[in-house]
Structure formats: C-alpha cells, structure tokens
C-alpha cells in the first residue's frame, strides 16, 4: 500500500464530534474506534511524521490469556499479569486502572487481529513471568509495524488525519464543558468546536522543561524519545485545572546506544530472547531480565556507566531488529567470543569464562549467579558472536494527567472535567513508578479504545 497522506490543513472543518490530539497508538485506536461508534472524528499531529513514539517502540505487546499464547503453549493468567505488573510497579499503580488494563488486553489482541493487524508471535519482557509479549510473526519491531497498519485502517475508513496542526489551547463552555480547540493549522490560527476531546500526545521524555521540573538529577540524560515529546498535552490539560500525578515517576531504560548523535534504544526482546550483559571486565552483574528501573540502576553503578550486551547468531536469528541495529553500525561483530572480547577491550578469558557459565546455566535451567529464569531458551553458541555498547536514557514517563479508568480526566478536586479525555502515555497511574517492557504498547491500544468508546458514550447523553 502507498504511503499514507494526511490530510489537507484546508480541509480542516469547524465542527467534530471528537477531536483527538496525537497520531500514535493511543490516537489512532481512539479514532478508529470513535468512528465505528459513529462519531465525526479528526485527528491532529503537531509533527509532520504521524505515529509519535509509538513509531520507536520495538518489543511487543503484552496481553495475557490469549488464544495466540495457547498456539505457542503457553498457559496463562490474567490475575498473574496483574500482580507481577503490580509489583514491577512498586505497588504505586492506580489499582482500578490496572484491573481495567489487564482484563482488556486479550479483547484488544482480537480488536486488532479483526482489522486484519495480527500479533501471532510471543516474546517475554523484564519483570514478567510467562511470554506474554504479543508481535508480528516477521518478528518486526512492534511500533513501525503498528503505525503503519493502523493508519491503513484509517484510510480504509477515511479518517481524516491533520499533521504540522497544532492545539494552542483546549476551549470551554460557560458551564466548564471543553467543547473545542484553537489550532495553528501550518500558520493558520483556526477554532474547532467539539464534543469531546481526547489527549493522546505521549509523554515528557523529551522535555527539557518538564525534566528539570519534575526530575532535575535526570537534566544531563539522552533521551530514546521522539523530538516532539515535550509534554504539550500536559500544559493544555493543565491550562485548564486537570491535576497531574506522579510526574517525578521517569523511567530509564537500561539499554540504549548513545555514542552517536541519534540516540538507539535496544529493545527488550535482544535479552528476552537470550542476551547477556557485561561490564568492562567481561563479567555478568545483574538479572538482565530483571526490571528496567533496577537493570538501569545496575548499570549506572559500574565505574563506566556502561556495559555491553553479548549475543550469538541463534539469538540474532530471532529478534528482527537486530539487522536495523547492524545496519546503522550500532553491532559490533567477532569470529568467537575471544575475537569479541577484543573488538570491545575487555578480558578475552573473562568474556569466555562468562559465556561459559552462562552457557551450562542455560542446559541446567538454573543462574546460580544472578536467579535469571526467563529469557532462557538458548545459550550463546552459535557463531558469530556479536555485542552492543548500551548505557541507560530517559525512556517513559509513567506520570501524567490523573484520569478515570474510563479515561475522564480529573481535576484537583477529583471532579471530572467534562468533556476532556485522555489516554496512553500522556495520563498517569497504570504504571505505578516502572512501567513494564510491552505494555506501554497495550495501554495504547487497550485506553485509546476505552477512549473512543467513553467519547461516543458521553456525546450521545449530550
């Protein structure tokens, strides 16, 4: 199919049912979900690339009790899910969210897979216990993939789409409804009457201001963000009296490349399926599959502030991305682990010892070193040998606008402001103070869906 085209700023009309703001995950399952409940829909992207980070996501989609997981084996458990998400989460999740989350996360496997978008291949992520990490059978990185089959369901229904539009500021009727929204539609400033409107602009990883604000120890890091992740549906939502919460909750991701200018997250699923991670002696310090807050603590600890993820040709062989990496030189390439060690400076008999153990760890399911227990389907044997330089960068945040599990918003009060909804990452709570490998993606799909659906609800009681 040819490249999606947004639509013309001049076929911007003044009046909506829903007027979303954001074209990632969240955005775009609202709309399509909106429109099939009858409402008038338009979304808007401040970017001229449409997806937001979503387009950057790369392990999967993570949902439990699915019939893709019984095809692969795997006998499952919603409430399992619940309480390892829980946990990861430092039991700081909102829990009504949550159980909303986790109930509606096989339904939103079938809601894809009934517009033709088909997650059939699993993968695990840190911190979880089962495979629950939904993706293409290419085993292509989730996000791309995602953006681009969503947005062919968008031109099949003829959603229209807006890029370089962006919402100076959310309006209200006297009686403190928000029934509208002013543009600046690629210099033209323009007002949109609504029903309803639904925040999906993504998070703050990408903003100096908000950093600073929330975060001032994390001011010097990278981020794996896209450059329009600054926050914008924050200040609207804020503009007009909705409360944020837990917005010091910032995570970072453990493993990302940053020696070069444009910064390279390495996704999870390069551990899932079997990576190790070194320091620069060569030796293994952490459960690589433990969660993202205590693996990037783990490496931000080791005198470098780096380490290296070491993988053979068998893992290579099951996580798709890994060409992408190679491709843009992020890969570094041995004959045998002691050719590797070498490329990358550190002890050859280290690095071989270290495989070693790893390797008999593997064949007797058993880490005496570090108690790692997924992730554990194959050794590092298979030539060639390959290894990632990574350190730790903003990555998400989990806090955001305090919402509803209907995804109302609410103001400091805990009244609902009505008219004004919000989804994915630009809300707070379902994360707790870690958010898990694989569900940032669930969350898209499983509240832009709630979304489209309370936004169809509410304006027909209108």
């Not at 829980?86 to 109930?103: A, E, P, S």
Request: proline share 3%.
């Amino acid at each position: 199919m040819a490249k999606f085209q947004p639509t013309s700023v001049g076929k911007l009309e003044n009046d909506y049912d829903v007027v979303i703001i954001g074209s990632g995950g969240t955005g775009l399952s609202a709309a399509i979900q909106a429109n099939e409940l009858g409402m008038k829909v338009a979304v808007l992207e401040k970017e001229e690339e449409l997806g937001g980070n979503t387009n950057r996501a790369s392990s999967g989609m993570n949902a439990a009790e699915t019939n893709v997981q019984l095809h692969h084996g795997v006998i499952d458990n919603v409430a399992d899910f619940y309480h390892e998400t829980y946990k990861d989460g430092g039991r700081l999740n909102d829990k009504d969210m949550l159980g909303y989350f986790v109930y509606h996360t096989a339904p939103a496997i079938d809601w894809l897979a009934d517009h033709d978008i088909k997650l059939d291949d699993i993968t695990i992520t840190g911190g979880m216990s089962k495979k629950r990490t939904h993706r293409p059978a290419s085993m292509a990185p989730i996000g791309g993939f995602l953006v681009k089959s969503l947005l062919e369901v968008v031109a099949q229904e003829d959603i229209p789409v807006f890029n370089k539009t962006k919402v100076t500021k959310l309006r209200r009727a006297d009686d403190g409804r928000v029934n509208g929204v002013e543009v600046d539609a690629d210099g033209i400033t323009k007002v949109i009457n609504a029903k309803a409107v639904i925040l999906a602009t993504g998070g703050f990883g990408a903003s100096k201001e908000y950093i600073k604000r929330f975060r001032p120890d994390l001011e010097s890091y990278k981020t794996t963000n896209q450059p329009g992740a600054t926050g914008d549906g924050l200040k609207l939502a804020e503009n007009v009296g909705a409360e944020l919460m837990q917005m010091n909750l910032v995570q970072v991701h453990p493993t990302v490349q940053q020696d070069n200018p444009h910064v390279y997250l390495i996704g999870e699923a390069v551990r899932g399926e079997g990576a190790i991670m070194v320091n620069g002696e060569g030796k293994r310090f952490v459960n690589e599959l433990n969660t993202r807050k205590i693996c990037a603590n783990a490496i931000t600890a080791l005198p470098e502030h780096s380490a290296y993820l070491i993988f053979d040709q068998g893992i290579r062989d099951h996580v798709k991305a890994i060409e992408f990496y190679d491709k843009v030189g992020l890969v570094v390439h041995g004959e045998t682990i002691e050719d590797l060690a070498k490329q990358i400076n550190v002890d050859p008999d280290n690095l071989k010892q270290t495989v070693t153990t790893w390797n008999q760890a593997v064949e007797n399911h058993d880490d005496a070193e570090f108690g790692r227990t997924t992730g554990m389907d194959r050794g590092i044997t298979k030539p060639g040998f390959f290894a990632i330089h990574i350190a730790p960068a903003i990555h998400y945040t989990m806090g955001g606008i305090h919402i509803t599990p209907k995804t109302q918003v609410l103001d400091g009060n805990g009244d609902i402001i009505k008219g004004l909804f919000a989804a994915g990452e630009v809300a707070g709570g379902l994360h707790g103070n870690n958010r898990v490998g694989g569900n940032s993606i669930a969350e898209t799909i499983v509240f832009g869906r709630q979304a489209g659906q309370q936004v169809a609800l509410y304006a027909r009681s209108l």
